[in-house]
């Protein structure tokens, strides 16, 4: 792997448009129902500062990745849209990714960090169990989670 580097991007700009699209499409064909994908809703200024950002992942010039972080509560902080695009899978960036949203969640001022994922993410899941994320109740009316987790940034 080629050395990374995390970018805050403007999520409505590329390539942040670019790996939200391919995210989106490779999640409706997984559960097949696109029309409740963006359950819970998500808006785009979420993304942004002072609470929120968007990162994306460059190998080179080559965008390989992105995800963001929104504001929940005073001190939590929630990761939303991991992707990492599927050739360059099984090589690290999605756990430098979730280490850099993390270590922005804790610039910004939150002390805890929470997720969900779906059954048809697998790899995601043993990713947030293997860097501490514990499970938890339900935060969100997500229908395809079947994972909620929580780190301390602490």
């Not at 097949?32 to 359950?39: F, H, T």
């Not at 929120?52 to 190998?59: A, I, Q, R």
């Not at 939150?110 to 997720?115: M, N």
């Amino acid at each position: 792997m080629r050395q990374l580097r995390f970018v805050a991007c403007d999520p409505e700009e590329r390539p942040a448009t670019d790996l939200l699209a391919a995210m989106r499409a490779e999640l409706n064909d997984a559960y097949e129902s696109p029309s409740r994908l963006d359950n819970p809703p998500l808006r785009p200024q979420e993304l942004r500062l002072p609470g929120g950002s968007y990162l994306v992942g460059y190998e080179g010039a080559r965008a390989v990745g992105g995800g963001g972080l929104r504001r929940l509560e005073a001190r939590v902080a929630e990761i939303k849209r991991m992707y990492v695009r599927p050739e360059c899978r099984s090589r690290g960036v999605a756990r430098s990714l979730l280490t850099a949203l993390e270590e922005t969640a804790r610039s910004l001022g939150y002390e805890v960090v929470r997720l969900d994922t779906g059954p048809k993410q697998r790899h995601a899941l043993s990713l947030y169990r293997s860097v501490g994320y514990d499970d938890i109740a339900p935060y969100n009316d997500n229908p395809f989670a079947c994972f909620w987790g929580e780190k301390s940034l602490k």
